[in-house]
């Protein structure tokens, strides 16, 4: 829901809505009510084969926008369980629960000091030589599970990734934006959406740190071989997003995805400053129908149908407009026309002589 609709549009939308949804009698029919309202009165279905075209989406892009918005309403609803579970969870006692803890102590360091029989024991320096060897292995294969690149190759090559913004268009995750090395961006018109790739071992939230800000970004993982995270994002916006309408989802062993709602519908040129910037020139600053008020999405409707007319060598819009202003005074009283056949062709209207 944009910024501009206030609590009474939403009201008169859920009532329009709910309406519909009864008169289906299930889900799966209002939805297909609504979908069938796109492809019908809208260009969500069509696919852009060429930068020159001004309408539909390229591929993947309009079943990414359909995806992003279940998450953000899924998420709204796993916060409020999230929540609901915190409050339960801090009203519930847990009897007997420092006593297991203690006993667990003192059976780990009953372990501890048992000798071992296999075989002659290490000093220890040779155990911490051996334990500062397993945890750089480790870490080092935690840090590239997460970003697909190793710490000597981020160093050697730190912006690798291929900058053509020709080649960021055709991929929904980089449309309007870009790829680098640990995540990719994209947005549109009101929002800003980034997706970071992690690692198999990054299974739950608590695995995760965002932190939005009105103009910060900070992403951090934590692989459950270390116990350090590891920073992915932390700059200084371009420009400035809402904190309220912002989010953030994780799907596990997958990918983070963050939704950053724009304060100001600009375009971008990069997500955090001191990353390269994008080719504005290059990309598709086109919007959502959905996204426009009823004023926008007339005018659009208009021109469609001027640029349908004109193909057809039919009259448009104006033509039309002043078309029947005519026909009212072509069979009145006194007129030298009544009674004849009324002839468009009769007239010339240019388009700037119509109000």
């Not at 809505?17 to 969500?44: K, S, W």
């Not at 084969?49 to 918005?69: C, D, H, I, N, W």
Request: hydrophobic share 30%; aromatic share 8%.
């Amino acid at each position: 829901m944009s910024t501009k609709a206030n609590k009474q549009m939403i009201a008169a939308y859920d009532n329009t809505l709910l309406g519909i949804l009864q008169n289906e009698a299930g889900l799966e029919p209002f939805l297909d009510v609504i979908f069938g309202f796109l492809f019908r009165r809208t260009d969500f279905y069509r696919t852009m084969t060429s930068p020159k075209q001004r309408f539909g989406f390229y591929p993947g892009v309009a079943e990414k926008m359909v995806l992003s918005y279940f998450k953000k309403y899924h998420n709204l609803v796993l916060d409020a369980e999230a929540k609901n579970e915190a409050v339960q969870a801090s009203k519930a006692t847990e009897p007997g629960h420092k006593h297991i803890e203690e006993s667990c102590a003192v059976q780990e360091k009953t372990l501890k000091a048992k000798p071992s029989s296999k075989g002659p024991t290490k000093t220890s320096s040779e155990l911490r030589n051996s334990s500062e060897k397993a945890s750089t292995k480790s870490d080092k294969t935690a840090v590239k599970e997460i970003s697909g690149r190793t710490p000597e190759q981020n160093r050697e090559n730190p912006t690798s990734t291929n900058n053509d913004q020709t080649t960021f268009q055709s991929n929904p995750d980089s449309y309007n934006g870009a790829i680098r090395d640990k995540y990719s961006w994209s947005q549109n018109y009101d929002d800003v959406d980034v997706k970071i790739p992690i690692g198999k071992s990054v299974k739950k939230a608590k695995q995760v740190f965002v932190d939005i800000q009105r103009n910060h970004l900070k992403v951090l993982v934590k692989p459950e071989e270390t116990d350090e995270f590891e920073t992915i994002i932390d700059g200084d916006l371009q420009h400035e997003v809402s904190r309220l309408e912002s989010m953030w989802s994780l799907e596990a062993q997958k990918h983070i995805d963050i939704t950053l709602t724009k304060e100001k519908n600009i375009w971008w040129s990069m997500l955090v400053l001191g990353e390269d910037e994008i080719d504005i020139q290059k990309i598709c600053p086109e919007r959502s129908m959905a996204d426009m008020d009823e004023e926008e999405v007339a005018v659009i409707n208009k021109l469609k149908f001027d640029d349908h007319q004109k193909k057809l060598g039919l009259p448009q819009s104006h033509e039309l407009k002043v078309h029947d202003m005519l026909k009212k005074g072509w069979d009145a009283e006194g007129s030298p026309f009544k009674r004849q056949e009324f002839d468009p062709k009769m007239f010339n209207v240019s388009p700037g002589g119509v109000e």
